[in-house]
């Protein structure tokens, strides 16, 4: 290839308004900036380089190379950019490439040149295909630098599309069998997330274990792989109070005031001076008014004078302590209080007592309870920061499944988990994508997983990863990204799949979790409910409650149980838990009827009647 002839452009010249208006070029990643990935891939490929950026043009020359900004004013797009480039271009040829696609091919330049010179073009252009979806990459192009003339008449007619002016020159279409190589970072969250130095993979966080065996893998080693493994999504979007319900907060609250603002009094009763208190004898004071909440008494009281008072009403100057009225009497405008009935200070609310102006009122990653509201709107804060809401995709594997409103065959059943499986995201606040059941079918299985990778943060699938399911799975999941297959120590629930896969440029974590029924319950409880929250940015660990056995219950040691079981007061007034009856892995009902699960740890035997077990509620779970 005759590199001699290309010079090479990045377009680092736009707003970066998805990025919220930073440089994108200048973003770090992977140890330096998105532009210098660009450079290094480029440079190999080309004559000479140089930049268009319209911002930060200084740093952008720290690369090294020419900087050319816009001559088309108002970033008027990569069009605008390309002009630039064409108009100082030395050589005959001008290959451009966005400065946000760091793995760009290392033979888009020959390629294009190639494709160009097959048929004598003016201009080609990179496409790719991907699911049968064709895309062209207008940004990724080789044209001849003669064209400036054309491409200028076209701008200066107001044109702005890349494609734009392809029906005035001779245009041809490249097809590259990578697209990977062509994905290009849009937002903050995008970026971090395919950095590769930030990115762990699955291998690095398993060795941190000091026996791993993914055929025997304890429930709180597969808890800790999962933990270090997922990362919080970070967006985050401004609410109003109300709809920050149930959401997570994205920062930290700080109280721009004093709660409560102002001395103030905890009971109705008469405000003092404490030193008008003799140990002794009863003190005799004059009232001489009457501060109400919301409408302060404001003259000063004088010593041997007091002041009638409403909860909640400023304290009024120099009196620090409140009588209730239960304790007085009074007569006319003298209220008499015998000796020792409060000491000076009592009954006063001091202003900042509940909040000082400055301090955090509530910590990023908390969920918003309906006492956060309240706490909120008393510090009148009407708006705040909280997570974007998590997109989790969940589908049914099984051609024995059928759909509600579906004739139910010879030996199918009805798709339950599905239904399992929303109602407990529901609860856990994401936005969902209900992606139905797919057919036992590699292709269909494929599909789905790339649909669900391209559109949500994480997915969640049941069925399809036991001992005896088919290996394409694992083959797909394996190829689709860094999937690992255990067996847990666990009943029910042994299988799990759990790993992060990509397509197209985008990645979401998976959770494969087993078919039965139970299991699937069991497993996302216990696994895929912790990872969401904290990909939410949310701090909600699982509390275990104890209580007693009301019966014996057989257990080996060695792996984990979770039986379900009815937590209810004993005749004693104790909490008391009773297993459900029969404990198969598919029997959804004794689940529906149970109100919590017993977890009988690894390390236990046969728990006796009376002893002390670990249970998790199932209401306020999620
Ligand atoms: P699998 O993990 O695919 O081998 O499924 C294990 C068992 O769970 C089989 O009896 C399946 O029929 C059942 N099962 C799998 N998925 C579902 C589902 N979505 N709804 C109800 N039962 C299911
Ligand atoms: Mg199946």
Not at 59 to 78: E, I
Not at 151 to 178: K, N
Not at 449 to 458: K, V
Not at 579 to 599: F, H, K, W, Y
Request: hydrophobic letters at 40%; glycine letters at 10%.
């Amino acid at each position: 290839m005759n590199k001699e002839s290309i010079s090479g452009l990045i377009l680092a010249g736009g707003r970066g308004t998805r990025m919220g208006h930073v440089d994108k070029g200048l973003q770090p990643f992977g140890g330096t900036t998105m532009v210098a990935h660009v450079l290094a891939r480029l440079e190999p490929q080309v004559a000479t380089l140089a930049i268009n950026a319209n911002r930060n043009l200084d740093t952008y020359a720290a690369c090294g190379v020419p900087v050319w900004p816009d001559d088309t004013p108002d970033y008027a797009g990569p069009l605008a950019g390309l002009q630039a480039g064409l108009r100082r271009c030395a050589t005959t040829y001008l290959l451009t490439a966005p400065c946000d696609s760091p793995f760009l091919p290392a033979d888009l330049a020959e390629r294009l040149l190639d494709g160009l010179r097959a048929i004598d073009a003016d201009l080609a252009v990179a496409v790719t295909e991907e699911n049968g979806r064709r895309q062209v990459h207008p940004v990724f192009c080789l044209l001849k630098a003669g064209l400036e003339p054309v491409l200028s008449a076209y701008l200066d007619g107001g044109g702005r599309r890349m494609d734009g002016w392809y029906p005035q020159i001779r245009v041809t279409e490249v097809l590259f069998d990578d697209a990977d190589a062509f994905r290009n970072i849009n937002t903050l969250d995008e970026l971090r997330d395919l950095d590769p130095a930030r990115v762990p993979r699955l291998a690095d966080v398993v060795s941190c274990l000091s026996a791993y065996d993914p055929d025997a893998l304890s429930v709180r080693d597969a808890q800790r792989i999962i933990r270090d493994f997922v990362a919080p999504v970070r967006a985050t979007e401004m609410v109003a109070l109300r709809a920050a319900l149930g959401r997570v907060l994205a920062a930290d609250i700080v109280s721009p005031i004093d709660v409560p603002a102002h001395d103030n009094s905890a009971m109705d009763g008469f405000a003092l001076r404490g030193t008008d208190l003799p140990a002794d004898a009863p003190a005799r004071l004059r009232v001489i008014g009457t501060a109400y909440a919301g409408r302060p008494f404001d003259a000063s009281p004088q010593p041997g004078e007091c002041v009638r008072i409403m909860t909640g009403a400023v304290m009024p100057a120099g009196c620090d302590s409140v009588v209730p009225q239960e304790f007085v009497s009074v007569d006319g405008d003298t209220m008499t209080i015998a000796p020792g009935t409060i000491r000076p200070g009592d009954n006063r609310r001091l202003a900042g007592e509940d909040l000082k102006a400055g301090s955090a009122a509530l910590r990023s990653g908390k969920i918003v309870r309906p006492a956060d509201l309240g706490l909120l709107a008393s510090l009148g804060v009407a708006e705040v920061p909280v997570q974007r809401r998590l997109r989790v995709a969940f589908f049914s594997t099984g051609d024995e499944l059928r759909s509600i409103g579906q004739p139910l065959d010879e030996g199918c059943v009805y798709d339950s988990n599905r239904y399992t499986i929303y109602g407990m995201l529901q609860r856990l606040g994401c936005d969902l994508i209900d992606m139905g059941v797919v057919r036992d079918d590699p292709q269909a299985l494929e599909q789905a997983l790339r649909d669900a990778c391209e559109n949500a943060d994480a997915i969640i699938t049941s069925g399809g990863v036991s001992v005896g399911a088919a290996d394409y799975t694992k083959q797909i999941m394996a190829r689709l990204g860094d999937v690992t297959f255990w067996k847990i120590g666990m009943r029910p629930g042994r299988p799990l799949a759990f790993g992060r896969i990509t397509s197209n440029g985008r990645s979401a974590f998976l959770f494969g979790l087993p078919g039965n029924p139970v299991a699937v319950m069991v497993s996302f409880y216990f696994f895929a409910r912790d990872a969401l929250l904290r990909m939410m940015g949310a701090e909600a660990p699982l509390e275990l409650v104890r209580a007693r056995s009301a019966a014996t219950i057989r257990k080996k040691p060695g792996r984990t149980e979770y039986q379900r079981g009815i937590l209810a007061r004993g005749a004693d007034g104790q909490p008391t838990v009773t297993i459900t009856g029969s404990q198969g892995s598919g029997i959804l009902r004794s689940m529906s009827e149970a109100n919590c699960m017993v977890v009988l740890h690894d390390g236990q035997g046969t728990v006796q009647a009376g002893e002390l077990v670990d249970v998790l509620l199932f209401e306020g779970l999620i």
